[in-house]
């Protein structure tokens, strides 16, 4: 059956980093594109990044740009995100998704979701 699986998350100090990966399953990886999301405490839930099969291109949102970084092992069926230079205000549970779409912003437009790592920058 389709899965995704998300880990690497926890607790880390501001201005640390983490690595989070996604391990996809029972789909065929290379078609889709993969998001990474986010859900703070008592927030919507919200697009992080995402990366495109073929071309790989990467989308970043605004709030993320230059201290996360996306990529993609097809071999590996896998999805990292790097993530550099955290803040407090990174604390969410994270999560990977995918989409048969150029990586859509809105979360509706994902077919697939993991069941999301914890993150928590906190000194």
């Known amino acids: 059956q389709v899965q995704l699986v998300e880990s690497g998350g926890g607790l880390v100090q501001p201005g640390g980093s983490l690595r989070l990966s996604c391990a996809a399953s029972?789909?065929?990886?290379?078609?889709?594109?993969i998001g990474w999301f986010r859900q703070g405490p008592g927030k919507e839930r919200e697009v992080v990044s995402c990366?495109?099969?073929?071309?790989?291109?990467?989308y970043y949102a605004d709030s993320v740009k230059g201290r996360f970084t996306v990529s993609r092992d097809n071999a590996k069926n896998t999805v990292y995100l790097q993530m550099n230079s955290l803040k407090p205000e990174d604390t969410a549970v994270y999560y990977c998704?995918?989409?048969?779409?150029?990586?859509?912003?809105?979360?509706?437009?994902?077919?697939?979701w993991g069941q999301g790592t914890h993150v928590t920058v906190s000194s």
């Open positions: 998704a995918a989409t048969l779409l150029f990586c859509p912003i809105d979360y509706g437009s994902y077919d697939y």
């Open positions: 029972g789909f065929t990886f290379d078609d889709y594109a």
């Open positions: 990366i495109r099969t073929g071309d790989g291109m990467r």
